[in-house]
């Protein structure tokens, strides 16, 4: 498995565009996006969580529960969320416009939207765009594609790999927005995940959602849970190989792919939190099975206290131990070791090799062992927590079970980002 250029396009059969056409007025770059597959696709995707539920949700949820879909349309500046019946018949004009350019079903149609709640979208901008958007898709289209998802990212996310099943090259794009409003099982995320590997919608099904619980649901920025999250994946199968009905050897090494391609998503989210001024991943191990782990992990990481101390770079363990403490999850804090390590550190075999592989320097420092502080270098500390990633790990002698999640600083930017957002 490799790195491949060209995001949701990589995959055989698919092509992509993205316009401006002015959903916002202040818009300035590519606002709706367009994706495509040459053949109608097994699909799956997994939806907010949050109980007020954007109108395009709702019609997407409803479009890919036969495990089919075509095509995607996108547009930001615009939730479409708490907007009412007009809100979904908007929605549904999204998706006829799209049908009548692309000659596909309107119910093959995922709709997505992101942007500002509770105002109407003006959809007649994009049906007189539409004929315009159909007709740029291109295998080059991805780089006009990422941008138009964008709301308050600081730069576009997307990222392909390639692979080899059934003696078959299989590629698997994915492009995902998501800055703020960010929580644990999704957050104004959205996400779009191309392959042209043969998989039924069931094992696609099985896949998305066995990855996005160690993935996408182990980032938080902010502890806000949207209304329009949505992770959705296309398969059109026409890398050729054996269709992938059940588990086995096929299986694995497209969840594997899938899998890798879900974390650098998720981290790449994380990373670019508002006002984020670096990435931070906790890693637990020697819990006493995963939940355990990925509670106590998303726990330290959604932590508002947790996180305002990276930003001023201070190595205040015990915040980490209350967040763990009030996590609900069973664990010995009598048993536990905390150590801050600089992701530049490329070798870690563990979490007892304090030197780093390329320049020789410190790179860790433990500040908690066996439930008893530590005297540490606070100016070490510092240094490492200096860091555009920084990694917490944390050790509990209560089984073998390991967690991961991502999450960011908190920032005076973030306020400031928040504070006007709408207006």
């Not at 059969?13 to 996006?33: P, Q």
């Not at 699909?43 to 095509?71: D, H, M, Y």
């Not at 530590?374 to 555009?388: C, R, T, V, Y």
Request: hydrophobic share 35%.
């Amino acid at each position: 498995m490799h790195f491949i250029d060209g995001g949701v396009t990589s995959p055989i059969g698919f092509t992509a565009n993205g316009m401006l056409c002015k959903i916002k007025e202040s818009r300035k770059t590519n606002d709706v996006a367009l994706v495509y597959s040459e053949k109608l696709c097994n699909a799956s995707g997994v939806f907010t969580q949050n109980r007020v539920k954007a109108e395009c949700v709702k019609l997407t949820k409803k479009n890919i529960s036969n495990g089919k879909a075509q095509a995607v349309i996108v547009n930001s500046g615009n939730a479409n969320a708490c907007t009412g019946p007009q809100g979904y018949d908007n929605a549904m004009r999204m998706a006829k416009a799209v049908s009548s350019v692309l000659n596909v079903k309107e119910e093959d149609v995922i709709v997505c939207s992101t942007g500002v709640i509770g105002q109407q979208l003006p959809v007649e901008k994009i049906e007189s765009n539409i004929k315009q958007l159909a007709a740029g898709l291109s295998k080059e289209g991805h780089k006009e594609a990422r941008i138009a998802i964008m709301t308050t990212d600081t730069h576009y996310k997307e990222c392909a790999v390639e692979t080899e099943i059934d003696g078959k090259k299989i590629h698997i794009g994915a492009m995902c927005k998501g800055s703020g409003m960010i929580h644990i099982n999704l957050g104004t995320m959205l996400a779009f995940i191309t392959t042209d590997c043969a998989i039924s919608s069931a094992m696609l099904e099985k896949a998305l959602r066995q990855s996005v619980a160690s993935t996408y649901n182990c980032v938080s920025v902010d502890g806000d849970t949207s209304t329009n999250d949505s992770l959705t994946i296309l398969a059109n199968g026409m890398a050729g190989n054996k269709e992938i009905t059940g588990e086995g050897e096929d299986f694995d090494k497209f969840f594997e792919a899938l899998n890798f391609i879900n974390t650098q998503m998720a981290k790449k989210i994380a990373g670019d939190g508002e006002g984020a001024s670096r990435l931070i991943e906790c890693n637990v191990s020697g819990a006493k099975d995963v939940e355990t782990a990925r509670v106590l992990a998303k726990s330290v990481i959604s932590s508002s206290l947790v996180k305002a101390a990276f930003f001023g770079k201070d190595a205040n363990w015990g915040r980490i131990l209350c967040a763990m403490g009030y996590s609900g999850a069973e664990f010995t804090p009598e048993k536990v070791d905390v150590d801050f390590v600089s992701a530049k550190d490329s070798k870690r075999p563990g979490f007892t090799d304090f030197v780093g592989e390329q320049t020789g320097e410190v790179s860790s420092i433990r500040v908690f062992e066996q439930g008893v502080p530590l005297d540490f270098d606070e100016d070490l500390a510092k240094k490492i927590l200096s860091e555009d990633e920084v990694k917490i790990m944390v050790t509990l002698q209560d089984g073998n079970a390991k967690g991961t999640a991502w999450g960011c600083d908190l920032t005076y930017e973030y306020v400031k980002i928040n504070g006007d957002y709408r207006t």
